[in-house]
């Protein structure tokens, strides 16, 4: 029998065999081009197809340069549940926004448990779709650029995401993702550029991330249960948002979100929660906003159970959306209008269970004024504006 001395010999043989045969696959060894001119589509698609194929922990390496790409579909499942791209350079979208403006995404992983993403610049160019909305012409949607739907066990990790046709980074129908040191940049006025958007999953937390664009840093959706959002800064942008919810009557509810030691840079919203003026089974509750600073934010604590873009398809209706359990501790800052706090609640289901604790926001320098209706909860230590809750 051998002594124990050989077994763990043996162990350590294995371990490093194994990890010896780990592949790499280096995109320009299989035809990509780094001039960012040339298409590299192909070349990405085969270095997917060989590392979902590989029984071993294989590597995606993209060096540096900028690589030109259509639309992918990285589908899973694969053969391995840790498939890493180390992204070193650029990916780059066509500058013709209608070869994937009709895409719901630029690069969508679809099943792909276990996926690792490591640095890199994705590079949406999107300003020319842009353009085309503000004119008034008729134009694609614009596609997501990263999109991660049906997966588990994701990271994603030191990258940056500039300038998306549309949405910058789509989590849906996901379980156990971590983005972090995420850094997301688009201009001000571009339309529907949301940073981050959450719908549908369970436990995905982000961290340590700035994010400056169009629309709002983090939008959460319906069907999202233990969120957690951490160190992150938000401007420009429309805020961190729950919501909207409610478009649906049948809607899934979204539950155990912590929002926590974020900094809102001359935003339009801060913490802000949105539903559409309709009935519906949706809610949202459990929910804490804790350590956040406001600088120059139009609305920095902000409830809207109105919600009805163009004033379509909710007229003379209110939110069935129960909100309830909502936290608000230790906010402080300025509003860049006199109502710092906003709760506008449905008249058929009021918020209940709002929780002001150390609150602290000013106008110019002045007491600034808070707003209720319909809204029933419970305050605690200095609270500024003064509470209107019942």
């Known amino acids: 029998m051998a002594n124990l001395s050989t077994i763990l010999f043996k162990t350590l043989f294995l371990v490093y065999f194994h990890q010896s045969q780990s592949a790499t696959y280096n995109i320009v060894e299989l035809g990509a081009n780094p001039n960012g001119e040339i298409e590299s589509t192909h ?74 993403i490591q640095g890199g610049v994705l590079d949406g160019r999107g300003a020319a779709l842009w353009a085309c909305k503000m004119s008034g012409n008729k134009c694609p949607d614009g596609a997501t650029t990263l999109g991660i739907s049906n997966s588990k066990n994701v990271t ?14 789509v989590i849906n129908g996901c379980e156990n993702v971590m983005l972090q040191k995420i850094t997301i940049l688009a201009s001000e006025n571009s339309p529907n550029t949301d940073g981050i958007h959450v719908q549908l999953s369970i436990g995905v937390t982000i961290l340590n991330s700035k994010i ?25 942008g429309h805020g961190i948002s729950i919501g909207s919810l409610g478009k649906d009557f049948e809607e899934e509810g979204d539950e155990n979100v912590t929002v926590k030691s974020v900094i809102f840079t001359n935003t339009q919203n801060g913490v802000r929660i949105k539903a559409w003026g309709r009935p519906s089974k949706g809610f949202a509750k459990d929910v804490l906003f804790q350590h956040a600073i406001m600088s120059n934010v139009q609305n920095p604590i902000v409830i809207d159970q109105n919600y009805c873009p163009g004033n379509k ?15 608000y501790r230790d906010v402080e800052g300025t509003s860049a209008t006199k109502v710092a706090v906003k709760f506008e609640c449905s008249e058929s289901s009021p918020c209940h269970a709002i929780k002001l604790e150390n609150v602290n926001l000013s106008y110019k320098n002045e007491p600034a004024r808070a707003t209720c209706s319909n809204a029933a909860g ?3 230590g200095i609270v500024k504006p003064s509470s209107c809750l019942f």
């Open 313 to 327: 398809n909710c007229p003379g209706q209110v939110s069935g959306v129960e909100i309830s359990n909502v936290t």
């Open 43 to 116: 070349s990405m698609s085969k270095a997917w197809s060989l590392a979902c194929a590989s029984t071993t922990p294989p590597t995606i390496y993209v060096p540096q340069g900028r690589f030109l790409l259509k639309h992918l579909h990285f589908k899973g499942p694969c053969n391995n549940n840790a498939v890493t791209f180390r992204i070193n350079g650029t990916l780059v979208a066509p500058s013709d926004y209608g070869s994937i403006g009709g895409a719901s995404n630029w690069l969508l992983f679809e099943g792909a448990h276990g996926v690792s």
């Open 156 to 169: 994603v990790s030191g990258l940056t995401s500039l300038n998306s046709q549309m949405f910058h980074i």
């Open 212 to 236: 400056g664009t169009g629309d709002d840093c983090i939008s959460i959706g319906p069907g999202t249960i233990d969120l957690w959002i951490e160190g992150v800064g938000c401007g420009p």
């Open 378 to 380: 419970t305050v605690a």
